[in-house]
């Protein structure tokens, strides 16, 4: 792994990064927990992706830059700016849940205040909507970067091709990222794709792309800082491909251990980016145990609290129902 | 006033449109350079206005789609186009997956202000792929709009009306009356509600509904039965979806024998919800059971001439099932 001196972050960054890396996983654990004992129908994951997420958030200008995110992207839309308690309304189906206001499933993320662009559960039609928010940075001469994300899975739909041929042709500020898990639900890499990388989609439209351990906070961040920084400057978009880990079952409906080797299950904590993660910040000299223990324990309570907010809050009214289905209305 | 073709009238809105906002850019297969169009609707837009605001995509409907959509989140009021109305359908992900709800699912923080124009129609030796109704795939998704001209002056005035709406407006164009129909049309800033049917003919004995081609075979018809001692009622539609239920029942109501034109199949076609409206709303009006008459149920329109003849509804058809109405 890249030392993390060689990112260029100082200390606070760097201490700042690993907090959202623990916060995705706590407040993740606590969306699990609401789902489990009823509270909430539903709950899918970003565990094991959120070393690589917070990197790649991290490159951007939150102040101006857009996110199309996709499901497992609770810990970057975070760094974005949205609050514990932002989600926790959108798991919980409140009316002022900023994503939808209670109208979509759980882990479906936007926020207009934050540049985050809502998403469907349609794998993929987040990418040629990037494009149209990007084209308008050229229409308009603006400098914000896009970017947008999916899983390696929807990788594979026709629209994303769609997109990226788009972007190299216009040469469009868009930074588009595959979040390679491995699996799409129960489905292993072999029957998804035959290229060797997924990377490799990028220069097939014209642009660079760069395949990353989602592991290495140093190497993931680099990586984007570059290719943010190209696309703020005129040079086009960039495909990274972000390996990681997908720790938990496709979502809280599904139980991997069908699919899923015992190997590769009893495998998964020796590739938990954030145990990785907290023995560099121990062993490179940036935290102590002690001081990560303490730093959970404030992140609990932030979460019980945000949790406690959230569900005082009030529920849509039925009487609500075609309330914005067209502009007049 | 000034003489304009169904084809100029639109072009000319689009003209008007994008001179008046800056933020209304168009773009689609052979849109923009010099060619503007396989039928020449947007021929000149982007030596007028840009290269940026006017210019042509990869062959890739879904993309199109989403370029809209996402142009609207970023406040643009984007004009997409599908070469024919046939080539919506690698579209339809994003129609009905983003560009319906997207407002609906940010309750208003996000919004789809886009027009998406597609010509439709058969009569023109299409074939199955370029002859098409394909407004019913679309019909009836809360969230959309489709509307129709089948007049000139309405071409220019709906054109205008879709772009300025803040909703996504599916603007289906009827390749077929492109140049065929030519009338004096407003020349100043004359727009049409984006919701509302057209009663644009008035009579007593029958009532006819329809849109497009077969709404222009119904009102040549009209004059005929005129002269047989037959005065129809016919209703341009316009606003395909949602469906300009007042103005239909009224009409229905008026006459009580109702006749439904569509160029679309029979089964499952535009005209089939409207029927089920007028039989709940106007049943104890009615003096003849609502009639409708549509193409045949082949999956398209088909090339050769005697099937095409075979299928299109034809104004002969149209005057006879009006007669045949009026003497029930």
Known sequence: MKKLAESGLTKEEIIKAYRYVLLGRRLDERLWQLTRIGKTSFNISGQGHEVGQVAMAMAFDHDKDYFLPYYRDMTPCLVWGMTPKDILLGSLGKEDDPSSHGRQMPNHYGSKEHNIVTHSSTVSTQFPLATGVAYGAQLGKKDYVTLTTTGEGAANQGEVQEAMNFAGVKKLPLIFVFENNGYAISVGREEQYASEKLSDRGPAFGFTGIQVDGHDFVESYLAFKQVVADARNGKGPALIELMVTRLTAHSADDDHSVYRSKEDIENLKNNDGLLLFEKQLIDEGYLTREQMKAMDKDLKEEINQATDEAEAMPDPTPDTILEQVYADK | ?328
């Open chain 2, 1 to 328: 006033m000034a003489m304009m073709t169904y084809l100029e009238a639109i072009h000319k809105g689009i003209e008007e449109e994008m001179a008046r906002d800056e933020k209304v850019v168009i773009f689609g297969e052979d849109v923009g350079g010099m060619k503007g169009g396989v039928f020449g609707v947007t021929k000149g837009l982007a030596e007028k206005f840009g290269d940026e605001r006017c210019f042509n995509t990869p062959l890739t409907e879904g993309l199109i789609g989403g370029l809209a959509v996402g142009l609207g989140t970023v406040g643009y009021r984007a004009i997409g186009e599908f070469q024919f109305a046939d080539y919506i359908l690698p579209a339809v992900n994003q129609l009905i997956s983003e560009a319906s709800r997207m407002r609906y699912r940010t309750k208003g923080d996000w919004t789809a202000p886009i027009t998406f124009r597609a010509p439709y129609g058969g009569g023109v030796r299409g074939g199955l792929y370029h002859s098409q109704s394909t407004e019913k795939v679309l019909f009836g998704q809360p969230g959309l709009r489709i509307v129709t001209p089948s007049s000139p002056r309405d071409a220019k005035a709906l054109i205008k009306a879709a772009i300025r709406c803040d909703d996504p407006v599916l603007f289906y164009e009827h390749k077929r009356l492109y140049r065929l129909l030519k009338e004096d049309v407003p020349e100043d800033d004359h727009v049409v509600p984006i919701d509302k049917a057209n009663v644009v003919r008035e009579g007593d004995d029958i009532t006819v509904i329809g849109y497009g081609m077969v709404l222009n075979h119904a009102l040549k018809a009209a004059e005929i039965l005129s002269k047989e001692g037959y005065e129809a009622e016919v209703v341009d539609v316009r606003s395909i979806y949602p469906l300009d239920k007042e103005t239909l029942v009224k009409a229905a109501k008026k006459t009580g024998k109702v006749l439904l034109v569509t160029e679309d199949n029979l089964e499952g076609s535009v005209m089939s919800e409207i029927s089920a409206i007028i039989a709940e709303e106007a049943l104890f009006d009615l003096d003849a059971p609502i009639k409708r008459l549509a193409g045949p149920d082949s999956p398209s329109m088909p090339y050769a001439l005697p099937l095409e003849r075979e299928f299109l509804v034809t104004e002969d058809k149209v005057l006879n099932a009006m007669r045949e109405l009026a003497e029930f």
